[in-house]
């Protein structure tokens, strides 16, 4: 694939930062300090790396003010060095543009109102009266459910489900395998049997949303499950029933809200992380991965509950103590207390 | 959408209770306190919310006896007003009835019997010998594979896979995204090469089970895996294979089983727990939340196995101290000693 | 179906060992010492399961050495009665064959390179400038993205989503709902939104890998993610970008590795567990369930950090003390000095 070249000059004149060495050189990648070949463009966001600037084989680097000296190659000098590559990268390498139009095997429903700028693959079947908007991307496979409004530019992996009657964002993006608006785990136990409680809320996707493989958001039981602008979920993640997200929250992998949980804006959210139901989380709050979250967080911070690893013949020994930790601390009771028998 | 109006008396006159209030009224939704409008009917299960009554817009609520006379609104009086609402939502939002008949776009394999009165959607492919039951409904891009059994009344969302040779029951309801029949994990290690073990069994589903979106069940090895009837297993759980699930047990999101284990009825598995290979867990278990099982549990009881969290400050002073905790226990001793030594 | 019967005698020519009793006893399928009946070669691989040998109704019988006398079944005996098993299962059992040719509903892009020995099922997308190799099959609804190449004999069950420009080995199983490709979790902080980071990485797999149902498999950022020849993957696995897996390792089901983890050759890593980012684990490590790996590990050996589950009341009361354990030290170095200073 012939890749377009730009020259250092013209890629600081459209992102800022200043250019050192000879601003005509070619670009037409990113790539890392130590993969970078002809034509790319690297960075050094981490000084822990300046050791790998003398092997580069780079054309030219982005890098800090701290470290514009630190190499002879040309180089743009910027605040943010990480960020500037991500820039760089996001305008070197825009999101491929399928074909307008929808494809002849796909099944469109009544009353369906598709942009014709839209992009709509083989096998997709979309329901009655959706509406899809314009610069829409939906790949091969997908199922959007009957009712369910999906916003501008959004992009859709082959295989994404979307159940009925759900309100998703401009620019979304999801990724094969996710499950949206599916039905919440709602059961009510009658006598020895369990009844299954109709979820008839939606799912509510703002703008600039991206939803990783395989991630499920379920609908809501009554009222809706609710993701706020720019939130950005990874791969196998699952957002239970009512749940809100506040505006640009991130979730790592495999991690998990339980039902009608409420997580504020800006948090940070580790992988194999969960939340229990009903917590409420404050904005920016930091959740550690492999940690449960069991009762609500009402201030900013980090918080973390993982058991230590360690090689398995200590964790044996020392595990096996948790299991009387309660006892262990009535026996430094006594012992205050003894001791202080003694001085009396 | 228009929806059908039912009087209170006629909901009564159907479920049971006493109406209170003016019996006309009419009804055609569910909601919450907060949300409900003109012709919603709501709920009060639980007197915490009863806060919240004096501003509700419902048109008429559910309460229990104790509440009978906390509202002025048109009422039923019952016993469980959770239940009773989770009736009445069932009744007033009936699983949508496709389209009987073979979407002209599916693939149905040689021999395979379906029934006239089921629905078989878009891109759906049935494999050889595969039956499929009186009004079961196939949605859009499910695959099933060759001499699976499905029964009545049962409804496969788009996209869920099942293999081969399976046997699914009546009423059974599985989101979009499951993967039922696929391969056990079963390796065997040949000098310095994995071998896979065949994966012969099947996997044999019983009556009125619900399984949540992207939720995996692996088929037996020789034996088969066995989901009993009336089990709820909501999404992102794995289930290995030769797993036997008793009646009515339910289980949270992302939990999982491993090889071989067997857990009885009426146990209710926690969100992001797992249960080891070869376990053997008694009826009417509850395993909390991110807990792990490593042995068999004989009783029945709640068990619990969660590293509380805490700031990330403290949790990193309290958590080195575990890797301690076996010497911690010497210590203790040897201050017991101590001190016995001085009483003498 | 009608299965083909071998005789004992024949079996053991294949694949070795000594035939004690009726070499002529016909055989055409495995199972265990309880299902098994008549046709079926049974195995005993671990002495445990010697008392269930009196009831099997097995036709023969796969023993050790020791065993060799523990029953009057014709018997074929060995030196690992469970690889011989997992031999003879195989070659019962061959993976299905399906028909040569692409199905006529499939979509082809330009320029794919299809052998003419492979199977390619309904709904199919192929991307543009794809290479299937001979004998390899794609099952119904998959989709390959552009560019990527896909070895010899290959099994891509339905629904599997591989993305553009990934490398994948020769004999790759992938089961059902697996994302290979998908985009990495990579952002920049840009003021106050999350800028995405490009993810123009591959996915490199090599021979001999399984992929288990609804694995996910994100492509690197910029370089690419690797996953190593043998490599066996259970279902619900989550690689994030730039993970590199060593030759020969397994790992159970909702396991998972962070963003640019480096995993050695012959690891066992266990069902839900989780290693952070940036870690790198030695060859012949073993990480058991539910452990969270926090920093790399260098020596071969078994690392576990799983805290001990116990009924919920005990649980409460030992867990309330992991908030006070680093106190809780404190007053034990008191106590000891105390006692220290009471002798002198």
């Known amino acids: 694939m012939d890749r377009k070249n730009y020259q ?24 890392t300090l130590e993969s970078a070949r002809v034509g790319h463009l690297t960075f050094l966001a981490n000084s822990r790396y300046r050791v790998q600037l003398a092997g580069t084989h780079a054309a030219a680097i982005i890098v800090g003010v701290a470290d514009a000296e630190s190499t002879s190659l040309p180089r743009i000098v910027c605040k943010n060095p ?43 079947e979309i329901g009655a009266r959706v509406k899809i908007g314009a610069g829409s991307t939906i790949m091969s496979g997908c199922s959007i459910g009957a009712d369910t409004v999906l916003g501008e530019h959004a992009l859709l992996y082959p295989r994404v489900v979307v159940y009925h009657n759900c309100v998703l964002g401009n620019r979304l993006i999801v990724h094969s395998g996710a499950i949206i608006g599916s039905d919440g785990f709602g059961l009510a136990l009658d006598d020895d049997r369990w009844l299954k409680i109709p979820q008839i809320g ?51 992998g495999a991690s998990g809200i339980a039902g009608s949980g409420i997580v504020g804006r800006y948090c940070r959210i580790g992988g194999h992380s969960g939340i ?5 989380i404050a904005d920016h709050v930091e959740i550690s991965s492999h940690t449960m979250i069991g009762k609500s967080i ?38 205050e207390q003894e001791i202080l028998k003694k001085e009396n």
Do not use: C
Request: negative net charge.
């Open 8 to 31: 250092l000059d013209a890629i600081a004149a459209q992102f800022g930062g200043q250019v050192l060495g000879d601003g005509t050189t070619s670009i037409n990648q990113v790539a």
């Open 82 to 124: 990480y960020l500037y590559f991500a820039k760089v990268s996001a305008f070197l390498n825009p999101p491929q543009q399928l074909q307008q139009g929808i494809h002849n095997s796909a099944v469109i429903g009544a009353g369906a109102q598709i942009h014709p700028t839209a992009h709509i693959g083989p096998y997709v």
């Open 202 to 252: 939606r799912v509510i996707i703002g703008d600039d949303v991206e939803i990783g493989a395989n991630t499920t958001i379920d609908r809501g039981a009554l009222d809706d499950t609710v993701i706020g602008d720019g939130v950005k979920l990874d791969n196998q993640i699952q957002i239970s029933h009512n749940v809100r997200i506040g505006e640009h929250t991130v979730m790592a």
């Open 276 to 280: 229990l139901g009903h917590i409420q």
């Open 298 to 335: 009402r201030e900013p911070g980090t918080y973390t509950g993982i058991f230590p690893f360690s090689d398995a013949r200590a964790w044996r020994k020392n595990a096996a103590q948790i299991r009387h930790l309660d006892e262990l601390v009535e026996r430094i009771k006594m012992l």
